[in-house]
């Protein structure tokens, strides 16, 4: 049975108004946007897909990372905001909800292994009989195979059908210039969050912003 993240929202002030924002934060820090050596919360606001990195820190808000959160903010601006660092940043108004983050959080239909079969964002690249696979086991043992680098794996599923990619790198195998291009490619491409629908040992991973398919999967073990 599928572990969902309840993520919430809250209500915030947009510079000129009165009104509060909803946000939700999730449970995982990742690497910053254009900062190195800074890990950043990822939020999005009420209405939007997906998620954002947030760099810098939310006024009043102590992050536990064994849980998510639903929190009511007021934005602000910041004119003199360093190089790299967001103007607009968020004070915290109160915690409205929080949610223990789950330990594992693949569904059932997805757990085992998987091979990439189409990839719909470039028609030139054929991925069918190149090694593009994945082997999905709980949030420890989870891995993938991107051409010729092999990634330590984290899923996070939400509501609605969305999950969100993460890797760390674990092994480097010899790579041709193609291969490596195709590898960090779709690298950058599935360190994303998509929508996923699953049937009958099939997998599609479809855009959270255009809801078109982007890459299919089938299973390889059944």
Same mark, same amino acid.
């Given at each position: 049975?599928?572990?969902?993240?309840?993520?919430?929202?809250?209500?915030?002030?947009?510079?000129?108004?009165?009104? !509060?924002?909803?946000?939700?934060?999730? !449970?995982?820090?990742?690497?910053?946007? !254009?900062?190195?050596?800074?890990?950043?919360?990822?939020?999005?606001?009420?209405?939007?897909?997906?998620?954002?990195?947030?760099?810098?820190?939310?006024?009043?808000?102590?992050?536990?990372?064994?849980?998510?959160?639903?929190?009511?903010?007021?934005?602000?601006?910041?004119?003199?905001?360093?190089?790299?660092?967001?103007?607009?940043?968020?004070?915290?108004?109160?915690?409205?909800?929080?949610?223990?983050?789950?330990?594992?959080?693949?569904?059932?239909?997805?757990?085992?292994?998987?091979?990439?079969?189409?990839?719909?964002?470039?028609?030139?690249?054929?991925?069918?009989?190149?090694?593009?696979?994945?082997? +999905?086991?709980?949030?420890? !043992?989870?891995?993938?195979?991107?051409?010729?680098?092999?990634? =330590?794996?984290? +899923?996070?599923?939400?509501?609605?059908?969305?999950?969100?990619?993460?890797?760390?790198?674990?092994?480097?195998?010899?790579?041709?210039?193609?291969?490596?291009?195709?590898?960090?490619?779709?690298?950058?491409?599935?360190?994303?969050?998509?929508?996923?629908?699953?049937?009958?040992?099939?997998?599609?991973?479809?855009?959270?912003?255009?809801? =078109?398919?982007?890459?299919?999967?089938?299973?390889?073990?059944?």
């Amino acid at each position: 049975m599928r572990t969902l993240l309840v993520i919430l929202f809250c209500t915030a002030l947009v510079a000129g108004h009165s009104k !509060n924002k909803v946000i939700y934060i999730l !449970n995982k820090l990742v690497a910053c946007d !254009n900062i190195t050596d800074m890990n950043c919360i990822q939020y999005h606001e009420q209405g939007e897909k997906g998620w954002k990195t947030l760099k810098g820190q939310i006024e009043g808000f102590r992050f536990d990372p064994d849980m998510c959160y639903k929190l009511e903010v007021k934005d602000y601006q910041v004119p003199d905001a360093k190089a790299d660092y967001e103007s607009k940043r968020f004070k915290l108004v109160k915690v409205l909800a929080k949610t223990e983050a789950p330990v594992e959080a693949i569904p059932e239909e997805m757990k085992g292994y998987w091979k990439m079969t189409r990839m719909n964002f470039d028609s030139s690249r054929n991925v069918a009989d190149r090694n593009i696979s994945f082997h +999905l086991a709980g949030e420890a !043992n989870s891995q993938a195979t991107l051409v010729c680098q092999t990634y =330590k794996l984290q +899923l996070v599923f939400f509501e609605q059908n969305q999950v969100k990619f993460s890797f760390k790198k674990s092994k480097n195998k010899s790579c041709d210039d193609a291969s490596f291009d195709l590898s960090m490619a779709l690298y950058d491409l599935l360190s994303n969050t998509f929508i996923y629908e699953c049937h009958n040992g099939y997998c599609s991973l479809q855009s959270t912003e255009s809801g =078109k398919t982007v890459f299919e999967l089938a299973r390889t073990d059944l």
